[in-house]
């Protein structure tokens, strides 16, 4: 079914650059088998001077960068629903995977750029999840699991099962042939639109319901968040606040910077708080403009 590719997409825009750099630093440190990975960057503005930083951040052959504009990724016909959040408008992009990939890709991994990599990505993408559309990792910090009752607030309403399981969607290894098949991307769209509400985690709340019982759960260790301890994470998620930031007080720091320091951001000093704060005014803006333009 697959070739000897790995097949991975992450979207970003500048702000974050620093933090794709290093991620991507991580996979190909760890990255000792011979696929070829092919990674596609859905690049929301980031400048020419983050993007040559990236590229000459990487030393390997093995790792082909593949840019697409963000404006390419989501398609024209499509209308995106305005949810109130902080959250970029770039998170919804994960929706469409299927559609801007080759349809010759029938198997890619969505990650997000706050990531590090410290096993071979290899092992990640050689995991049966069977015919699930998508494999992906419970939303569980230390003994509690998320589960449907407590992710999804009015699940009562949907028909769902309190009882299942909640994955986290910053992780995905995507079935995308099976994922157009079902028209997952359509029916989340629609979701969100339909309970605007209670979809503040927009694409996660509505893969949560869309794909009840149809993902397969991986091991923790392939999405281990920052505030959780554990003896050899494979993935660390760093999922709230980003080391970037002075105040940054989780675990995993120090996996961060080390493969930070050896890109073109070496160096780096953290950021004052105020900068963030800017850049959650700054992303309600861009969503604001692009969706009522």
Request: include cysteine.
């Amino acid at each position: 079914m697959y070739n000897n590719k790995i097949s991975i997409v992450l979207v970003c825009d500048d702000y974050y650059a620093i933090l794709l750099a290093a991620f991507l630093k991580s996979i190909e440190l760890n990255h000792k088998t011979e696929e070829i990975i092919d990674a596609y960057i859905v690049d929301d503005k980031i400048s020419s001077k983050s993007k040559r930083k990236i590229i000459e951040s990487l030393k390997s052959d093995k790792i082909n960068l593949i840019w697409i504009k963000l404006t390419e990724a989501i398609p024209a016909d499509v209308t995106l629903p305005f949810i109130n959040n902080a959250y970029p408008l770039n998170i919804l992009v994960r929706l469409f995977i299927p559609s801007f990939i080759p349809k010759s890709v029938e198997k890619v991994i969505y990650f997000d750029v706050d990531m590090i990599m410290l096993d071979d990505i290899s092992n990640l993408w050689n995991i049966d999840i069977g015919d699930a559309i998508i494999g992906a990792v419970s939303d569980t910090i230390g003994p509690n699991t998320k589960t449907i009752g407590n992710g999804i607030e009015n699940y009562i309403e949907l028909g769902l099962d309190g009882d299942e399981k909640y994955f986290n969607s910053g992780l995905q290894v995507i079935n995308a042939k099976l994922w157009t098949e079902n028209d997952i991307t359509r029916k989340s769209i629609d979701v969100i639109a339909n309970n605007k509400k209670y979809a503040s985690l927009s694409d996660q709340y509505a893969l949560n319901i869309v794909l009840t019982k149809r993902w397969y759960e991986l091991n923790p260790k392939w999405s281990c968040f920052s505030v959780t301890d554990m003896d050899k994470p494979s993935l660390i998620h760093y999922f709230h606040r980003k080391p970037i930031f002075k105040e940054y007080s989780y675990k995993y720091k120090d996996e961060f910077f080390f493969y930070l320091n050896l890109t073109k951001w070496k160096g780096f000093r953290p950021i004052g708080k105020t900068t963030r704060y800017f850049k959650k005014i700054k992303n309600v803006v861009q969503k604001i403009k692009f969706l009522f333009k």
